[in-house]
């Protein structure tokens, strides 16, 4: 009999102590027999892959629109990057890379079509129904809006996939917990912690480059930032612009995941973090140093001010509130107008709460698509 796994859970024994081991795993809601040759975390990592929601990813967007131009982040290119971030800071620290993996690929599986624009507006629909907010809303897809399987609901998933999904923490995100199943007082794991930093360096990296390839910042704005332009300034004055800013966005990740790696350690060391529950009881550990996250600050600020708040991206994003709102009015409505595995489930959830699943899940191409079909008369169905 092949016992890959065995072996696997055997070699986890040399991680840290307060890494998650797959062996000490809280396990899944629905109880279902061990895979054979993969631990639970490689087990949960293969079904947000194969997940209806995860290939969504591909056409959501963040700051441009789907159809703005190819070269762009989506969300699935953005978690691809968060992946690899996470993954070796992971190794380094001596974690749990699969745990770290898995909570990577899914931590923006609850995201609306539209970005931030489109979370915002569908809190502001649903504020008289409990609002609406990414991380919770990426839970529902796991534990309920997912069918793959004929024994459960969703992907029935490991808790503490799970916990990191609901507890990701960035600038953009915070946990709101509710119920008792997941301890709001208490730290996630240090994996789930990796995954929040390294989100974070992912999307300063790429909207920096996203930003200067489409014009709507510019080298000459950028440097006033200390941090790129100690950067850029260290790169080979030989080469072309975009050679330039290619090696300085390199070099960016790597000062950055340097810098976790380096204060993450000392933190762990000053706390005497010894076993997991040393991590659960304790602040983050998982964090920039005191002058990185000064100079992340100012870079951020920038970020916000001059690409954030570009007027072509506010315009577009005042476009889509318009197309959530719409779409979110016209089926509120009347139903009828869900497919049927969304109109079953109305009874059960309130129609508020199941048309903004639907919402929701919509892609960017998606959702324009179907504002056309429902408002302009000669569109087909």
């Keep these: 009999m092949n016992r890959m796994r065995e072996r696997i859970e055997e070699e986890e024994k040399n991680l840290s102590p307060y890494a998650v081991k797959s062996k000490d795993s809280k396990g899944r809601k629905y109880e279902e027999p061990p895979p054979v040759y993969r631990t639970p975390f490689m087990r949960d990592r293969d079904r947000i892959i194969h997940s209806t929601a995860f290939r969504r990813l591909e056409y959501k967007t963040q700051v441009f629109i789907n159809h703005e131009g190819d070269y762009y982040r989506t969300r699935l290119t953005h978690a691809l990057e968060v992946q690899q971030i996470a993954r070796t800071i992971a190794k380094v620290l001596n974690l749990n890379e699969t745990l770290a993996e898995a909570i990577s690929l899914a931590h923006d599986i609850g995201h609306t079509p539209f970005g931030h624009a489109g979370e915002g507006e569908l809190n502001k629909l649903m504020q008289d129904f409990s609002g609406f907010e990414h991380n919770k809303q990426g839970l529902r897809v796991v534990d309920i809006l997912e069918h793959k399987y004929s024994g459960f609901r969703g992907l029935n998933l490991c808790y503490e996939t799970r916990e ?9 995100d915070s946990a709101q917990i509710t119920g008792d199943e997941f301890d709001a007082n208490k730290s996630p794991s240090m994996e789930a912690q990796v995954v929040n ?40 004055v030989s080469l072309s612009n975009q050679y330039r800013i290619y090696a300085a966005i390199r070099e960016f990740i790597r000062l950055e995941v340097s810098d976790i790696i380096e204060n ?7 706390n005497d973090i010894k076993s997991l529950e040393d991590v659960y009881s304790n602040m983050p550990l998982i964090q920039f140093s005191s002058r990185m996250k000064e100079l992340n600050r100012e870079l951020k600020d920038f970020l916000r001010e001059n690409l954030y708040q570009h007027y072509k991206v506010v315009k577009m994003q005042e476009k889509s509130s318009r197309f959530i709102r719409a779409l979110f009015t016209i089926y509120l409505k009347d139903t009828n107008q869900l497919p049927p595995q969304f109109k079953r489930m109305v009874e059960e959830f309130g129609k508020e709460r199941v048309v903004c699943d639907y919402i929701a899940g919509m892609t960017d191409r998606f959702a324009q698509d179907e504002y056309e079909r429902l408002f302009l008369p000669f569109s087909r169905m």
């Design 164 to 172: 990191g999904i609901i507890k990701h923490e960035s600038e953009y």
């Design 197 to 236: 930093v390294a989100d974070e360096i992912a999307y300063n990296a790429h909207d920096l480059d996203d930003g200067l390839k489409s014009g709507y910042i510019h080298l000459h704005q950028l440097e006033g930032i200390e941090l790129w332009r100690s950067i850029f300034g260290g790169t080979d």
């Design 264 to 270: 993450s350690k000392k933190l762990i060391k000053e």
